[in-house]
């Protein structure tokens, strides 16, 4: 029956050439599958790697002792690896970037989504973008000579490397993530549900507060744990702020001490720790502790937002998973339990003079909010959003202008065209920004392929069943993944043990794995996007289900395909950890001549002269400019690439 | 005519950025009655209703001129208070659209955000509102369900018993039945037979012996302008325009 037309000739095609148009088509497929299941075999081998470089320290110290042992003192001369300090660390870092995070998110999603006219939103939604394209690097030079600083100036503390710097960072950190997610949420509530509230006299403030938000909860709790994920994956940055003594803070809330994470202990000792021995294998184990947390938050959250899908596409008949009457005592006691955190918080990290007036006007709002009227309330609730917003604005102008304007002076065209001199004091960054787009375009190469790949058999190839679920849940676990975990999986798997050294194909691999979630994703979402009745045009009229996807589903996709290319690139180009050990050196005079010597890039550039050479502010700041820019330039161009053909796509 | 009128419009246009959506519209609601508005799809129905409870203001590019009264009172008199006029003229939509909350929380919704915090208050308003839509019975042992689990005809009662617990003078119905089957349709008309001893009622719906069967006075509107306005025996029976006579009859595109 298939084989009786073939609508390439369009002719009758004789058995022989049918059969081996089935055995290609055949062929297509298990080629595209092979490319979907990598992501699950990369974190298979990921996993594998970390437990079996880190299983030693887990047979000599003890799971137990490792995981509570409160003393990390590796180098030691009786070393002792307790890594409960480094636990607390990154929960308290972690905890400490939300409160400060997810008030201002919150306030600026609903903004966005609810109060903004179209062309403030216009401005908007590309800031926040701009905002998440900042590599975390530029982010940890900001943290370490502007807001440490300030911290030490205001509280008067011999240094700001401090738990307050590395949580104020990580929290800015976390805002695009939080923000754009909970914006998609929101903007998805039906418009049925605002207009219901409206009609029946409801203020904006009360529809917001008590139909939008409330039917948003499930996916901004699941932007919150997005952004959680981030932080505690997050190595650069805090490494750079948070001062680094393993200790738990003394008392417990006090946001001054200096602090390490987990993240930190790994991007710190893991160059300079000799290969096999006990330290390696403990670094390998505190990898395999941080991958677990993270997988299980990443995990969480893409259930939560992928039940709340099912949910909506199959709507009749939901009956809420927890009784109303529970759920409402649940969230009175999450509602008191973070009032309480917050306090506590309050107290210890500002001048009493300040908490008091903040906790004066919270407990004035609340005890007096009945006798306001819904005008009045909606006049402070607007302004909290409003304020909310302009800081988080505020914020990215700081971080922009102060990096612009100091790091202009440094530009120049020898800047730009020769070696450094002086350890980088002098000189240019020519080596560092040709390593830089060398490893991205690598990097992209290889992931480009396998991605798409990917996504066209995710797509096209299967209904949905076990089979796709166990791909999902491997490129979600790859995209969850530290990237400081990829790192050392590089150093591990491709550094030694296929014994590449560390060089450029290492750092290509290694930030290949790193993007090819987002290729997968946005791949995906723009095949998605393509209607079915297409598909099912050219399959009528004979055409076979490669000529289909090649010819007809394809093209269209490819703005979207492009984007999420381009963004890929951005990432890779921003990222220090994933290179840090697997490609990377500080200083050289020479292009490499192959694959297999290491490069300079521009993030480690930057990274080391913030962190280990002293007086060379200008070329600092210029480096942090010029890859700011080159980072911000793959944003832009993302953003218009897909801004132009969803206007021309609208017509 | 005798009864007294509770909204009327006089030379009421309306634009969606360039399309002139109602022209020069003049019409007068009376009061405790059910008035229908019948006629082609786009004609501008659902705009002219959603002009009384000023929901048009929520669509960005929309302009209106020409008078729109709530007893007696412009509604786009600068000062007007829209969340009061909103909570006087309730609204109910052609598709059910029941908050994502419990069949209580969502009658109980409205009277909460105009301030009433009395629980024992509250459950009346609930039960008096539920029985008054006719739904009490089927909803009673089940309150504190999801309301996305009723079916659609009950959907879109606990949504009229909604609009009831804020106890509003008018009640706007758009293709309040468009998504139901017959049964759960004779339902709602019976309702809306007993809201017009205490409510005005506006209907909007395509199905002509719906409007012959539920209301006193039927608009006929066409291309944005309303063509004929009278009683509905009057329409039905002896209409003036042949555009109308056409339409009620069937010989119509
Ligand atoms: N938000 C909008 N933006 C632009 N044009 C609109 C908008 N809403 C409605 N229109 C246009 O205004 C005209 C009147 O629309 P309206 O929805 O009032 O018609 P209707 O009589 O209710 O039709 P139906 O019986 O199909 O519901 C239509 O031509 C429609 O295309
Ligand atoms: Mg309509």
Redesign the pocket.
């Known amino acids: 029956m298939e084989s009786s037309k073939n609508a390439e000739s369009g002719s009758c095609a004789s058995p022989r050439t049918a059969r081996i148009s089935v055995i290609k088509e055949q062929a297509i497929k298990t080629v595209f599958f092979c490319t979907a299941f990598l992501a699950v075999i990369v974190v298979t081998f990921i996993l594998l790697f970390l437990l079996r470089d880190g299983y030693p320290i887990f047979q000599q110290v003890g799971i137990i002792p490792f995981l509570l042992g409160s003393s990390w003192a590796p180098t030691a001369v009786e070393p002792l690896f307790g890594i409960f300090p480094l636990i607390v660390g990154t929960l308290l870092v972690t905890f400490g970037a939300m409160v400060f995070a997810v008030p201002l998110s919150i306030g600026c999603a609903i903004y966005i989504s609810e109060l903004a006219s179209p062309r403030i939103k216009s401005i908007l939604k590309p800031a926040i973008e701009l905002l998440a394209g900042i590599p975390s690097v530029v982010y940890g030079f900001f943290g370490l000579i502007v807001l440490t600083n300030f911290i030490r100036v205001t509280f008067d503390l011999p240094t700001g490397e401090t738990w307050l710097a590395a949580s104020v960072l990580l929290g800015i950190m976390a805002l695009p993530t939080i923000i754009s997610v909970s914006e998609d949420a929101i903007s998805a509530v039906p418009r049925e549900y605002k207009e219901g509230s409206l009609a029946i006299g409801a203020t904006r403030w009360q529809t917001i507060s008590r139909v939008i938000v409330p039917a948003a909860l499930s996916g901004i709790a699941a932007a919150i744990i997005l952004g959680i994920g981030r932080a505690v994956g997050e190595t650069m940055a805090v490494m750079m702020v948070a001062g680094n003594s393993a200790i738990i803070p003394d008392p417990i809330w006090n946001i001054l001490s200096p602090l390490r994470t987990l993240t930190g202990t790994l991007g710190i000792e893991m160059g300079e720790v000799a290969v096999g021995s006990e330290h390696y294998s403990a670094l390998f184990g505190v990898a395999v502790v941080l991958l677990v947390i993270t997988l299980i938050i990443n995990l969480s959250a893409v259930a939560i937002l992928r039940y709340l899908h099912e949910g909506r596409t199959s709507r009749p008949g939901r009956k809420p998973v927890i009784p109303s009457y529970l759920r409402e005592s649940f969230i009175r006691f999450l509602e008191i339990g973070i009032l309480a955190l917050f306090i506590v918080f309050l107290l210890a990290a500002t001048p009493w003079y300040l908490a008091a007036l903040i906790l004066l006007t919270f407990g004035a709002w609340y005890f007096g909010r009945h006798h306001l009227s819904q005008h009045q309330i909606e006049i402070i609730a607007s302004g909290f959003i409003i304020t909310a917003t302009v800081i988080v604005l505020a914020i990215l102008v700081i971080i922009l202008q102060d990096i612009v304007i100091n790091g202009l002076p440094a530009l120049s065209w020898e800047f730009l065209t020769e070696p450094p001199k002086d350890l980088g004091r002098s000189g240019g960054i020519y080596p560092a920004i040709i390593g830089t787009l060398t490893l991205v375009a690598g990097a992209i190469a290889l992931a480009l392929p396998l991605g798409v790949g990917a996504a066209i058999y995710l797509v096209e190839y299967t209904r949905e069943g076990r089979v796709t679920r166990i791909i999902r849940t491997g490129v979600d676990l790859l995209n969850g993944t530290p990237s400081i975990v990829f790192g050392l999986f590089g150093f591990a798997f491709i550094v030694l043990f296929l014994n590449t050294g560390v060089s450029m194909l290492a750092g290509q691999i290694t930030l290949a794995l790193m993007v090819l979630p987002t290729v997968i994703r946005t791949t995906e979402e723009s095949l998605k996007s393509i209607s079915p009745s297409l598909r099912e045009g050219s399959l009528a009229l004979g055409a076979t289900k490669w000529q289909t996807i090649s010819r007809v589903v394809l093209p269209p996709a490819v703005p979207g395909i492009v984007t999420g290319a381009i963004l890929s690139i951005g990432r890779a180009a921003g990222e220090t950890a994933p290179i840090m050990f697997t490609a990377v050196v500080f200083s050289s005079r020479f292009l490499p001549d192959s694959v297999f010597d290491p490069v300079m890039a521009l993030p480690y550039h930057l990274f080391i002269l913030a962190t280990n050479v002293p007086g060379s502010s200008a070329n600092k700041y210029g480096t942090a400019l010029v890859l700011l820019l080159m980072v911000v330039g793959f944003y832009s161009i993302a953003i218009y690439v897909r801004s132009h053909f969803q206007n021309k796509a609208r017509g | 005519m005798s009864e007294s009128t509770i909204i009327s419009t006089q030379n009421l246009n309306l634009w969606?950025?360039e399309?002139h959506?109602l022209q020069s519209v003049s019409m007068r609601i009376p009061q405790n009655k059910v008035t229908a508005l019948i006629?082609?799809?786009?004609?501008?129905?659902?705009?002219?209703l959603r002009c009384f409870n000023r929901l048009n203001d929520l669509?960005d590019h929309v302009k209106i001129t020409g008078e729109i009264t709530f007893d007696n009172e412009n509604i786009h008199a600068p000062g007007t208070d829209v969340v009061y006029l909103r909570k006087k003229v309730g609204m109910v939509f052609q598709k059910p659209n029941p908050f994502p909350k419990s069949i209580y929380e969502n009658i109980a919704y409205g009277p909460r955000v105009h301030g009433v915090r009395d629980k024992g208050e509250l459950d009346r308003i609930v039960e008096q509102s539920l029985r008054h839509a006719a739904i009490w019975d089927e909803v009673k042992d089940r309150l504190n369900d999801s309301a996305l689990g009723l079916s659609g005809g009950q959907q879109q009662r606990l949504c009229i018993a909604r609009t009831l617990a804020v106890e509003p003078e008018v009640i706007l119905m758009?293709?309040p039945c468009s998504a139901l089957d017959p049964i759960a349709t004779a339902k709602i008309e019976n309702l809306i037979e007993m809201l017009k001893e205490e409510y005005t009622v506006i209907i909007?719906t395509?199905n002509m012996q719906q409007a012959a069967r539920v209301s006193d006075y039927t608009g006929f509107?066409y291309l944005?302008k309303l063509i004929e306005c009278g009683r509905t025996s009057d329409i039905f029976e002896h209409p003036k325009e042949e555009l109308t006579e056409n339409y009620i009859t069937g010989r119509f595109g």
């Open positions: 969606y950025n399309k959506a006629g082609p799809s786009g004609c501008g129905k659902s705009t002219l669509i758009d293709e909007v395509h509107m944005g």
